[in-house]
């Protein structure tokens, strides 16, 4: 079992930063490939960035490449998400995610089976 909570939303400029975290219970965490996920308000839930257990390799959506940088801390059991260059287009509640296994695509939210609350970002223009 783990358990996630994000932090880290919040509301700012269009152009700014914010760095969401994620902390994991579990003392497995190393063991586990981590993702974010979005949900805009009327939008289906989409994929952001993937950190593959382990090795730590990453993933990016395209709408953030460039913009966004997924880490994580083994050690604190944390993932982090560093969010430059803001758009107003980015405004959603942002949910962190977990799965022990993930086969090829891990931009699909099937592949995850634990979810945290989610944490919401806003961007003004």
């Known amino acids: 079992q783990v358990q996630l909570v994000e932090s880290g939303g919040g509301l700012v400029q269009a152009g700014g930063s914010l760095r969401l975290s994620c902390a994991a219970s579990?003392?497995?965490?190393?063991?586990?490939?981590m993702a974010w996920f979005r949900q805009a308000p009327g939008k289906e839930r989409e994929f952001v960035a993937f950190?593959?257990?382990?090795?730590?390799?990453?993933g990016y959506a395209d709408s953030v490449k460039g913009r966004f940088t997924v880490s994580r801390d083994n050690a604190k059991n944390m993932v982090y998400l560093q969010m430059n260059s803001l758009k107003p287009e980015d405004t959603a509640v942002y949910y962190c995610?977990?799965?022990?296994?993930?086969?090829?695509?891990?931009?699909?939210?099937?592949?995850?089976?634990?979810w945290g609350q989610g944490t919401q970002v806003t961007v003004s223009s």
């Open positions: 950190i593959r257990r382990s090795v730590g390799s990453t």
């Open positions: 579990g003392r497995t965490f190393s063991g586990y490939s």
């Open positions: 995610a977990a799965a022990g296994y993930v086969s090829g695509s891990y931009y699909s939210e099937r592949q995850y089976n634990y």
